[in-house]
């Protein structure tokens, strides 16, 4: 590798966003974030167990205790959100009945929205409209 392509892959991986983390204030981390940052909360939509997953000295006859069936993979929730828990106050101080009436959505999107939750995108931000309408009054 010569120095030239070393210092754009240097530059590159600086200029990369930490997408483990949040920034100090929660929100995404992007490749200008500077301070301490915060854990990212992962939430995994169904747990599927793997298959055997094996070391390939098995095969050769080897010790058959080398495969390990305790493996899952973790599929990623689709258009689900959890508000975070700054959002859940507020949503929480303007009462459930009250954003019910306001975004005329019925009880259970809007529980689940206050107790941190996963619900669709778009519900919670049909419920963050209707919280900053009634922020307004």
Not at 68 to 92: F, G, H, N, P, Q
Not at 93 to 100: F, S, V
Request: glycine content about 6%; aromatic content about 4%.
């Amino acid at each position: 590798m010569n120095p030239d392509s070393f210092r754009i892959v240097l530059r590159h991986y600086l200029g990369k966003p930490e997408v483990k983390s949040l920034a100090h204030d929660g929100t995404p981390c992007l490749g200008t974030t500077q301070g301490l940052l915060k854990r990212s909360t992962i939430r995994a939509g169904k747990i599927v167990p793997v298959g055997k997953e094996t070391d390939r000295r098995w095969e050769q006859g080897e010790d058959p205790s080398m495969v390990d069936s305790s493996i899952y993979t973790y599929e990623k929730l689709t258009r689900m959100m959890v508000a975070d828990v700054e959002e859940r106050k507020s949503l929480a101080a303007i009462g459930i009945r009250r954003l019910m009436r306001e975004s005329k959505l019925s009880q259970a999107p809007v529980s689940k929205a206050v107790k941190g939750q996963p619900i669709k995108l778009r519900t919670l931000t049909v419920i963050r409209q209707a919280a900053a309408r009634l922020a307004a009054e």
